[in-house]
């Protein structure tokens, strides 16, 4: 129980494009879902809390026009890079609260790579 | 002070080892402790999970939390290959549901 995927598994697009990537709760329902950033080398980076019905909640320093959120229902949450830049490249991951302990469950996370 | 520390690594060691993995926090709010598992290019996968102090044991792995030394363990048995990975510690509490995560260990267990 408890599995989140994400969709693409990688991208790759050119500077000043838009990229969606998108984070489902396959066999929960997942009020929260959290959008978290990583480098290479590096730990995972919160950016933002997503809620379903609301909006998200960004944390410091991330920009919230750039990095959209959407959390349109219970299994899906959505961040959308826009005009995306080469320093945005990143390994990009999403989870969900759930389980039998409530805690987080990770997807598989998307490789974004900015030409 | 970071709120969570912990080596980076590499941690090498030959098959069969046993492997201690620590983790140092500072925030006495935290009691809900987990450790993660990734492997190069995926998401973290879910290892442990224990509240508060104590010892946690599932298969080869076992946890360990001290919350008056504000350390947490684990402890990989008769370790193997395929445990090669980073692995994460994090927690939570305080109110907060939102965890803190350390920076990673580099785990390599070679044959």
């Known amino acids: 129980g408890a599995v989140v995927s994400q969709h693409p598994s990688r991208v790759i697009c050119k500077s000043g494009t838009s990229v969606k990537i998108e984070c489902r709760s396959l066999?929960?329902?997942?009020?929260?879902m959290f959008w978290y950033r990583q480098f290479p080398k590096q730990s995972l980076m919160l950016m933002a809390t997503?809620?379903?019905?609301?909006?998200?909640?960004?944390e410091q320093g991330v920009e919230k026009d750039k990095f959209l959120i959407n959390h349109a229902s219970l299994t899906l949450s959505t961040l959308t890079v826009t005009s995306a830049h080469p320093e945005d490249s990143s390994f990009y991951i999403c989870?969900?609260?759930?389980?039998?302990?409530?805690?987080?469950?990770f997807g598989p996370g998307t490789r974004l790579l900015v030409l | 002070q970071k709120e969570v520390e912990q080596d980076p690594g590499p941690l090498s060691v030959p098959e069969g080892a046993i492997v201690s993995l620590n983790c140092t926090y500072s925030?006495?709010?935290?009691?809900?402790f987990m450790w993660y598992r990734q492997y190069s290019r995926k998401g973290p996968e879910l290892l442990m999970y224990?509240?508060?102090?104590g010892n946690k044991e599932d298969g080869r792995f076992t946890a360990q939390v001290d919350k008056s030394s504000k350390y947490i363990s684990l402890f990989i048995r008769d370790s193997q290959p395929s445990d090669s990975a980073t692995y994460l510690c994090?927690?939570?509490?305080?109110?907060?549901?939102?965890?803190?995560f350390g920076r990673g260990t580099s785990l390599i267990v070679h044959p």
């Open positions: 925030n006495s709010a935290f009691q809900y």
């Open positions: 994090a927690m939570s509490g305080g109110g907060s549901y939102i965890p803190t």
């Open positions: 224990t509240y508060s102090s």
């Open positions: 989870s969900g609260i759930g389980g039998p302990w409530e805690t987080q469950y």
């Open positions: 066999d929960f329902q997942a009020t929260t």
């Open positions: 997503s809620n379903e019905g609301s909006k998200a909640t960004y």
